[in-house]
């Protein structure tokens, strides 16, 4: 029994690895992005607007990370 599981786990393991490191790469890009957004300048003019912005995405990588975690 376990030499006819083993291989089905081995392939879910992969499949929940792959998408945690693309997970984790699209994660890291967010921060990035957001360091870089002018919010965070005292020179902002619309920093409101940028805020929404940045909810809106963070919201959408929020939903990305509970389907890993539903699937």
Known sequence: MKQQVAPLQANEV?????RTAGFDVRQHEFRELF????????????????IDEVRYRK??????CQKCHIT
């Open 59 to 64: 919201n959408n990588v929020c939903r990305k």
């Open 14 to 18: 992969a499949s929940i690895r792959k």
């Open 35 to 50: 360091r870089k957004m002018e919010p965070l300048l005292y020179s902002c003019t619309n920093a409101y607007e940028l």
